[in-house]
């Protein structure tokens, strides 16, 4: 059987982890909504799903959250254990998410997920969170889904979605966004911080 776009992917990130780990290391471009999301869930215990290096869980536990970092790139899990933290396998379409957390965090991830297994995911993350928990998610803007080959020659799938798809989505799975940023043209990311209801 061939693996699914998600599993091809996955083997293309075990392959430029470390490369990928260089190259975003420093960048803040989400910080202000990683210090919003602090903000608004102090002191609060988080589940990361996609934590690739770490860095965006590194800010929020210096906010003083606590973070769960998982992955299901084991590249990426290895480079955290290797930084002295403690990172999970997990796999947001198959596995149990646990909880309930205040907060779940999925930066740069939901993009690698097919358009019908985004509602299954999208419902885990809702389980997974206490009523009244708060969802940072971002996704890039577009239409169309398929494979994209990255500068390191590696294939990634994504799928893309515009804001409207989006936001109908985390409404049908049970969030009220309260607050949203985007880039001013067409794509790019869109960035959302969501209630659950």
Do not use: C
Request: glycine letters at 10%; proline letters at 6%.
């Amino acid at each position: 059987m061939e693996p699914s776009a998600n599993a091809r992917t996955v083997e293309s990130y075990e392959e430029i982890a470390a490369e990928y780990a260089r190259e975003t290391s420093g960048n803040r471009v989400l910080a202000p909504a990683l210090a919003r999301l602090a903000e608004t869930v102090p002191a609060g215990r988080a589940l990361e799903i996609g934590s690739g290096p770490g860095w965006d869980a590194d800010q929020l536990e210096d906010a003083g959250l606590t973070v769960r970092r998982t992955d299901i790139t084991q590249a990426f899990i290895d480079l955290q254990r290797a930084r002295g933290k403690q990172a999970d396998r997990l796999d947001a379409i198959n596995d149990d998410l646990g909880g309930p957390y205040d907060a779940v965090v999925t930066l740069h991830v939901l993009q690698h997920v097919e358009p019908e297994d985004l509602p299954t995911v999208l419902s885990k993350v809702a389980g997974a969170l206490r009523p009244g928990g708060r969802f940072l998610v971002s996704i890039p803007r577009g239409e169309g889904a398929g494979w994209e080959v990255g500068e390191s020659g590696s294939p990634y799938y994504r799928a893309l979605r515009t804001k409207e798809q989006f936001i109908d989505a985390l409404q049908a799975a049970g969030f009220t966004p309260e607050w949203s940023d985007q880039s001013p043209h067409d794509t790019g990311w869109l960035v959302v911080l969501a209630q659950l209801r």
